[in-house]
């Protein structure tokens, strides 16, 4: 395992959702976020609230 850590891509007082291979993974907030990860995990963070599946993906590489 392998720890991730990100700036809130939201700025420090949204709340984002984190999606963890299509799959709601936790909600955040702050400037700073760390979680986790695992080799061919796809992590895909959202404006808290906001559906995953608003957003269209591109997986580069694969």
């Not at 809130?8 to 709340?15: C, D, I, L, S």
């Amino acid at each position: 395992m392998e720890k991730c850590k990100l700036r809130n891509p939201r700025g420090e007082q949204t709340g984002v959702t984190v999606y963890r291979n299509g799959m709601l993974f936790r909600d955040m907030g702050g400037a700073m976020m760390d979680f986790d990860t695992s080799t061919g995990d796809n992590f895909v963070i959202v404006q808290k609230g906001s559906p995953v599946l608003q957003y269209k993906r591109t997986i580069l590489g694969g």
